[in-house]
C-alpha cells in the first residue's frame, strides 16, 4: 500500500516540475498549393499515400497541422495525407494553424505530436 503512495506522489511531483507551453492557433482552410513541407519532415512513403487514397474517408482525415512563418504555410503534421488530397483532386484542407514558433519549435512540436502518438 505504500508504494502505490510513493508513485502517487512521484507522479504527482514530476506533473508538476512540466512546463505548461501556450501556442497560438486556430483552425483554418488552406489552400493545398500553398502548403510547403518543412525541413524537418521525414521523407514521404508513396506506399503509404497510396493507402490513404485507396481507402480515403474524409470523416476519418482530421486536421493537418501547419505553422504560419515568414508568409509560409509550413507542414507541421500531415505529409501523407497532404499528398493523398492533391492526388484526390482537393484544393484546400482544414489545418490547425500554430503561429510565432521559430522552426526550432515546429521541430519540437513535431518529435512531441510523433511521440503523443506513440501512446495513443
Known amino acids: 500500500m505504500q508504494k502505490s503512495s510513493e508513485n502517487k506522489k512521484t507522479r ?6 512540466v512546463e505548461a507551453k501556450h501556442t497560438a492557433q486556430e483552425i483554418a482552410l488552406i489552400p493545398l498549393n500553398q502548403i510547403i513541407p518543412s525541413i524537418y519532415q521525414r521523407p514521404t512513403h508513396p506506399t503509404q499515400v497510396a493507402n490513404i ?4 474517408d474524409e470523416a476519418k482525415l482530421g486536421t493537418l497541422t501547419v505553422s ?6 509550413l507542414l507541421a503534421d500531415g505529409a501523407h495525407r ?3 488530397l492533391r492526388i484526390l483532386g482537393y484544393t484546400h484542407t482544414a489545418c490547425l494553424v ?9 521541430a519540437e512540436f ?4 510523433d511521440d503523443d502518438k506513440r501512446f495513443l
Open 82 to 84: 497532404l499528398n493523398a
Open 98 to 106: 500554430l503561429q510565432n514558433l521559430t522552426c526550432a519549435d515546429e
Open 53 to 56: 487514397v485507396k481507402s480515403f
Open 110 to 113: 513535431f518529435r512531441k505530436q
Open 68 to 73: 504560419q512563418r515568414d508568409g509560409n504555410w
Open 12 to 17: 504527482t511531483k514530476a506533473a508538476n516540475m
